[in-house]
């Protein structure tokens, strides 16, 4: 059973980067084998989808966010992690990290999670 | 692209929920909805538009027409109130709140 989980501070400040990590348990071979993502949720409640990656296929991103967000992928830790460059308080949300369905990944934009982590609160205030 | 969904939908146990999402991008590419309720993770009810994931409910069921697509809950119960998000192509939906009545 996979479950995956966010980890990183709760507190950034306006202009500067937000970092998290989520951390996939449960085979090791997990985080080659499917892809991996984020999503945001803002306080109002609208949900967000920020990125995507694939140890085979790379990154898939946003238009609207692609321009601050750099997502990598750590095999060697099970681990997967999102920055996002210059942040305001309109970036204040709950960040979900997640496994892309399966069995829509290669066939479709690789944003619909089957597994979701659950989630942390990245407030942006000096 | 854009998905619109209304903002809420209200029903009686045992009634029949219908929530749309309407935008071109459903035209183009799946649709999947998800389920949240308060203070927890959305969850996958259905993916390619009309698949179940394992463990949600034959009761949940989803359609396509054109660029609507729709989430039908059948015999509505209590447990079935939250919000309902509909997604694709990268995009997501206001929302629908459901209330059982």
């Known amino acids: 059973q996979v479950q995956v989980q966010e980890s990183g501070p709760g507190l950034v400040k306006p202009s500067e980067t937000l970092s998290l990590i989520c951390t996939v348990f449960?085979?090791?071979?997990?985080?080659?084998?499917?892809?991996w993502g984020w999503v945001r949720q803002s306080p109002g409640g609208g949900l967000e989808w920020i990125g995507s990656?694939?140890?085979?296929?790379?990154?898939f991103d946003n238009p609207s966010l692609k321009s601050r967000v750099t997502m990598s992928l750590d095999t060697s830790n099970n681990q997967f992690s999102l920055k996002l460059r210059s942040v305001t308080a309109a970036d204040t949300a709950v960040y979900y990290c997640?496994?892309?369905?399966?069995?829509?990944?290669?066939?479709?934009?690789?944003?619909?999670?089957?597994?979701w982590g659950p989630g942390t609160m990245v407030t942006v205030s000096s | 692209y854009e998905l619109t969904q209304p903002p809420s939908v209200s029903v009686s146990p045992g009634q029949t929920a219908r929530i749309t999402c309407s935008g071109d991008?459903?035209?183009?590419?799946?649709s999947y909805w998800f389920q949240q309720k308060p203070g927890q993770a959305p969850l996958l009810v259905i993916y390619?538009?009309?698949e179940r994931p394992s463990g949600i409910p034959e009761r949940l069921s989803g359609s396509t027409s054109g660029t609507t697509a729709t989430l039908t809950i059948s015999e509505v119960q209590a447990e079935d109130e939250g919000d309902y998000y509909c997604?694709?192509?990268?995009?997501f939906g206001g929302g629908t709140r459901l209330s059982v009545l």
């Open positions: 997640g496994r892309v369905e399966p069995a829509v990944e290669t066939i479709d934009t690789p944003s619909a999670f089957d597994i």
């Open positions: 449960g085979d090791s071979m997990f985080t080659k084998k499917h892809t």
């Open positions: 990656i694939s140890y085979a296929r790379g990154t």
């Open positions: 991008a459903v035209a183009r590419q799946y």
């Open positions: 390619k538009g009309t």
């Open positions: 997604h694709s192509a990268g995009m």
